[in-house]
């Protein structure tokens, strides 16, 4: 399949179907592409419309479902075959055709894996990063599998630590099949059941679909959290038969995957932090990061699955005529989604917050807010046996060191003893966080707890995102137009112009930038009721969705384009990439290559440093944009 009809489909299309070329092959690739302009096909219809042998969509597609770049789904057929000759006949022809459909988690694991790497290499260790990093490019990996002699306690180390923090998750046969699939199965059967119980009751239809619907949501829920329970019940154990009982091992013959849920809970850390960290500088960033590490793990889920996935699924089931997503459900979701933000799990006390800071921080505390010790030049007076006891006589060590380094472990419990005078400053700075009225970083709980409410601050991130991606792309002045409207909702350009005090003409440049990118529309204002009469005004109007989806769709193709330009630049030199790849030449460039090859090795580098940095730098405006809703 040639690239540029990936290239046209869809921004999206463009960007997987470039990754899965690099990490896959060009048959993957295709397959991809495919799969996410037709929806959903079969092994034979896959091959007839590529022109591929089946054997090679069949190599492509395992390998696929490996890195949970695509699903499947196998038809159930009935058999009416009652004879016991024909039983082996009968269970021949009991399973229908396999479909196949893309899924987006696969590709995003590729995408963000290098990433992902480095946060638990900071928070775990290199054996838990090189763990990861073994399940991100394997997609499922048993520990018996990655076992050696000398690396067994290691592994099962850190597959503990990050199972423990949810980093990895087991998986059965539900996470190779979609969830449209498990839960139309579910709504068949809820609903033949449902008529079987009520069978020559009256009842409406309206009523019927209604009902059925509820019973197949609570059974669908029940069924997703009993088969991870079941998954993880007796995955971690102590092995009381080895050398060391008090190590808990991990059993071997589980099927691990990466959580990309875990992933976007510590990037929404980081937005919140970072936000934090602009409004109110960098001591409360700090403290505000302490606190929500402290309840990261148990957090609702970014991509708030309750309402994009399974609002969606019961919308779209029954045949009635009220099918559809209503927005009140959406809000009264919210609403009930609002409730559990303080729930007890979430909840922490300052005291937490003070235990998660640095003795760096702890000491930057004291500078943060006024207190009798800082408003004179004076140093705090302390008591005679305190002054007393810290007087020490200098002696010259043997080793030529100086003794004051004896004390660090009473300047270590001197600190410690001085948390209690620093938690009022701590009380007052977590009040700032909760009292900003504009982004409510935090909020109060019960008996002096306070938890985040997220449900409120996804969308703070969307909007703060979104308009620093327009002030930098088009500019400040289109930034400063784009918020009048917005607190105006509908404005007219002739108010405009007295509200942003710019010149009329800079104004409509702006406006026609805005309104190419889809940012802001044009709407008609008619001056009369008859609407016949032609004296109307022009006003504007801000629609955050349409911006947010073109935003999307450029940020995708321009990260497909940073990819497409990597691969062309290895082409491009893969002779001198593969000679400097030999080991007789590996530590020795300088003696083999030639100066105009060490030149243009350098200019390969550069050029991957400042691609990788630039992808970066889109992927942190997609995950915002995408994942926080």
């Known amino acids: 399949m040639d690239k540029d009809y990936n290239r046209s489909q869809s921004p999206e299309s463009y960007l997987y179907t470039t990754l899965v070329r690099q990490v896959v092959g060009p048959v993957a690739s295709d397959v991809i592409g495919l799969l996410m302009a037709k929806g959903r096909l079969t092994v034979g219809r896959l091959g007839n419309t590529l022109g591929i042998p089946q054997r090679k969509v069949h190599a492509a597609l395992v390998a696929l479902i490996q890195l949970s770049c695509v699903v499947y789904y196998t038809e159930k057929k009935t058999n009416s075959h009652s004879n016991e000759n024909d039983g082996d006949k009968s269970k021949k022809n009991s399973a229908g055709q396999t479909w196949y459909y893309f899924h987006e988690t696969g590709p995003l694991l590729l995408l963000y894996g290098g990433e992902m790497i480095a946060v638990v290499r900071h928070e775990h260790g290199p054996d838990a990063a090189t763990l990861l990093q073994a399940v991100i490019t394997s997609g499922h990996v048993r520990l018996g599998d990655l076992e050696r002699d000398d690396n067994g306690v290691e592994i099962h180390n850190a597959a503990r630590h990050l199972i423990e923090d949810d980093w ?79 190590i808990s091992k991990v059993r071997r013959n589980v099927a691990l995957a990466v959580n990309f849920d875990r992933f976007l809970k510590h990037k929404r850390t980081l937005q919140l932090t970072n936000l934090a960290r602009h409004r109110l500088g960098s001591v409360a960033g700090q403290v505000y990061q302490a606190a929500l590490s402290i309840v990261e793990r148990h957090t609702k889920s970014p991509l708030n699955m309750h309402v994009t996935v399974l609002l969606r699924l019961v919308a779209g089931s029954g045949q009635s005529t009220t099918t559809g997503l209503s927005p009140a459900t959406v809000r009264e979701t919210l609403e009930r989604q609002r409730d559990n933000d303080c729930n007890p799990e979430v909840t922490f006390h300052p005291s937490d917050v003070l235990s998660k800071l640095s003795p760096e921080y702890r000491r930057a505390l004291d500078s943060t807010i006024w207190s009798e010790a800082f408003s004179t030049g004076k140093r705090p007076i302390v008591s005679s046996e ?36 620093r938690m009022p400053k701590l009380q007052a700075l977590l009040e700032l966080l909760a009292k900003d009225s504009s982004v409510p970083f935090l909020a109060h709980g019960d008996h002096g707890t306070f938890f985040v409410p997220f449900t409120d601050l996804a969308p703070v991130i969307n909007i703060q995102v979104y308009k620093s991606c327009i002030g930098t792309v088009l500019g400040a002045s289109c930034l400063r137009i784009l918020n009048c409207i917005i607190d105006h909702r509908l404005i007219d350009e002739k108010m405009l112009a007295n509200k942003v005090l710019m010149k009329a003409s800079e104004i409509r440049t702006n406006l026609a930038k805005l309104i190419e990118f889809q940012i802001i529309e044009i709407q008609e204002v008619p001056k009369t009721q008859d609407r016949n009469a032609l004296r109307s005004v022009f006003a504007f109007r801000h629609r955050f969705d349409l911006g947010t989806n073109l935003m999307l769709k450029s940020l995708a193709f321009n990260a497909a384009q940073v990819l497409e330009s990597l691969t062309a630049l290895k082409i491009d030199n893969k002779i001198l990439l593969d000679k400097v790849s030999r080991d007789d030449v590996q530590g020795k460039e300088l003696e083999f290559l030639q100066p105009s090859e060490l030149k243009q090795m350098e200019f390969v580098y550069q050029h991957e440093l400042r691609s990788y940095g630039q992808l970066s730098r889109i992927l942190a405006s997609l995950d915002a944009l995408k994942f926080c809703t």
Request: some cysteine; proline content about 3%; overall charge negative.
């Open 168 to 246: 990895l998750i087991p998986t059965g046969s539900e996470g190779f099949q979609g969830v449209q699939d498990q839960w139309d199965d579910l709504y068949r059967t809820t609903q033949a059941s449902y008529h079987k119980e009520h069978l020559g009751q009256t009842i409406s239809d309206v009523k019927r679909t209604a009902q059925v619907r509820e019973e197949t949501c609570i059974a669908f829920i029940r069924k997703m959290t009993e088969s991870l329970d079941h998954l993880r019940m007796g995955l971690v154990s102590s092995n009381v038969t080895s050398e060391s009982p008090s």
């Open 386 to 421: 305190h002054t007393a006891a810290s007087v020490h006589k200098k002696i010259k060590l043997e080793d030529n060191c100086s003794g004051s380094n004896l004390l660090a472990p009473v300047n270590v419990a001197r600190y410690a003893e001085e948390d209690p005078a």
